[in-house]
C-alpha cells in the first residue's frame, strides 16, 4: 500500500544504501506524512541529509526523532555529529553524553566523544572515552589509531606506538596507522624502522603522493639524498601541485649542490603555496649562493615583514647570513623553536562513524 509507512521507510533505507540520496529523501519524508511520530525516520531523514550536506535541516530532523523518543541513543550520536560538524563541538559533547547516558556500552559513542574532547584539546578525557570504546569494542582499530594519536600529543611515544600497533594487527591494511605509526618512528629517531611503516602504507596505497613525499624525508635524514629524490620525484609525478615535494626536492638538490635545481623546485613551491613554512628563506638563500643579487632588497623586506607577522619563513641558522637586525633573528628562533617543539601535535581525524538504522 502507499500508505504504509513502514514500507515507505524501508525503501528510504534501501535507496539510501544505493546512495540514491534525494529518492531516500522523499521516500523517508512520505513515511513521516503517514506516521509524524515514526522517530526512525526522522532520525534517518536526518543522516540523509547530512550526507547532502544540509546540516541545519539534518540537526531539526535529530530534535524531532529525540523529541519523539528522548532515549534514542543512535539520534543522540546522529546530532552530535552534525553538531561537530557545524563546528558546535560543546553542544556535540553534550549530545554525545546523552547518548552514554542511554547506552554506556556504545563503542561507537565512546569513539566520536574522545574525537570531541580532543578536538578541544581536552587530551586526557579523550584518552578516556578511546580506552572506553576499546574495552567495550577491543578490535575497535579506529579508536586504537586514534588513542595512539592522543598518546602523541600528550608525549608518550613508546605507549602511542603500541596503539598504532594494535591498530595495525587489527586491522593489517590500514593504511592512516601504518603512516602515523612512520611518523613516530620519525619523532623516535627509529628512521628504519619508519622507512618500513612508510613502504606498508605505500604498498597498500600505491597512488599516495604524500606517502612518497614523507618516505623522502626519511631518507634524507638517512643521508640517502638519491634514494629521496626518487620519492620527491613519485610524488611530483601523482601529484604535481604538492608544493612540499618541491621544497622537499630543492632541499635534496641543494645538498647535491645542484643549486640551479634547488631554486626551479623552490620557484614551483613558491608558486603553488607562498606560504609554505620556510620554503622562502631556502629560495632566497639558495638565490644568495648562486650570487643572484637581483631584487635583494625587496626580498630580504618581505622576509622581515613574516617575520614580524610571526610566520615560519626564516631559519634562525640561516638567519645570521640573511638578516643583521638581532630583533628579527631573536624573532625567527623563537618561531622555529614553537614549531620544533610544539605543546601538541594534530594528526589528521578519522571519520567518525555514524548509525544508519
Not at 203 to 211: E, V
Not at 272 to 279: A, E, F, G, K
Not at 323 to 336: L, M, N, S
Amino acid at each position: 500500500k502507499p500508505d504504509y509507512a513502514e514500507v515507505n521507510y524501508n525503501l528510504g533505507l534501501t535507496l539510501q544504501e544505493l546512495e540514491r540520496l534525494d529518492a531516500a529523501v522523499k521516500c523517508y519524508e512520505k513515511a513521516i506524512a503517514i506516521q509524524p511520530d515514526y522517530a526512525e525516520a526522522h532520525n534517518n531523514l536526518g543522516v540523509t541529509l547530512k550526507e547532502l550536506d544540509q546540516l541545519d535541516a539534518a540537526v531539526e530532523c535529530y530534535e524531532k526523532a529525540l523529541a519523539i523518543k528522548p532515549d534514542y541513543a543512535e539520534a543522540h550520536n546522529n546530532l552530535g555529529l552534525t553538531l561537530q560538524k557545524l563546528d558546535q563541538v560543546d553542544a556535540a559533547v553534550e549530545s554525545y553524553k546523552k547518548a552514554l547516558a542511554v547506552d554506556p556500552d556504545y563503542a561507537e559513542v565512546n569513539y566520536n566523544l574522545g574525537l570531541a574532547l580532543q578536538e578541544l584539546d581536552q587530551l586526557d578525557a579523550a584518552v578516556e572515552y578511546y580506552e572506553k570504546a576499546i574495552a567495550i569494542q577491543p578490535d575497535y582499530a579506529e579508536a586504537h589509531n586514534n588513542l595512539g594519536n592522543v598518546l602523541k600529543d600528550l608525549g608518550q611515544l613508546d605507549a602511542a606506538v603500541k596503539s598504532y600497533e594494535k591498530a595495525i594487527a587489527t586491522q593489517p591494511d590500514y593504511v592512516e596507522a601504518h603512516n602515523n605509526l612512520g611518523s613516530i618512528f620519525m619523532e623516535l629517531g627509529q628512521m628504519d624502522d619508519a622507512v618500513k611503516s612508510y613502504e606498508k602504507a605505500l604498498a597498500l596505497k600505491p597512488n599516495d603522493a604524500d606517502g612518497y613525499n614523507k618516505l623522502g624525508i626519511v631518507y634524507m635524514e638517512l643521508d640517502q639524498t638519491d634514494v629521496a629524490l626518487k620519492c620527491y620525484k613519485k610524488a611530483l609525478a601523482l601529484n604535481p601541485d604538492n608544493a612540499k615535494a618541491h621544497a622537499n626536492r630543492g632541499d635534496a638538490m641543494k645538498r647535491l649542490n645542484r643549486l640551479d635545481e634547488a631554486l626551479a623546485s623552490y620557484e614551483s613551491a613558491i608558486a603553488l603555496n607562498p606560504n609554505l613554512d620556510y620554503v622562502f628563506n631556502d629560495y632566497l638563500h639558495t638565490r644568495m649562493n648562486l650570487c643572484i643579487w637581483d631584487d635583494l632588497a625587496s626580498n630580504l623586506n618581505e622576509l622581515t615583514s613574516k617575520v614580524n607577522n610571526g610566520e615560519k619563513a626564516l631559519n634562525p641558522f640561516i638567519a645570521l647570513a640573511l638578516i643583521d637586525d638581532p630583533e628579527i633573528q631573536r624573532k625567527a628562533a623563537e618561531i622555529y623553536a614553537n614549531k620544533e617543539y610544539p605543546q601538541s601535535h594534530v594528526l589528521p581525524k578519522i571519520e567518525r562513524y555514524q548509525k544508519h538504522k
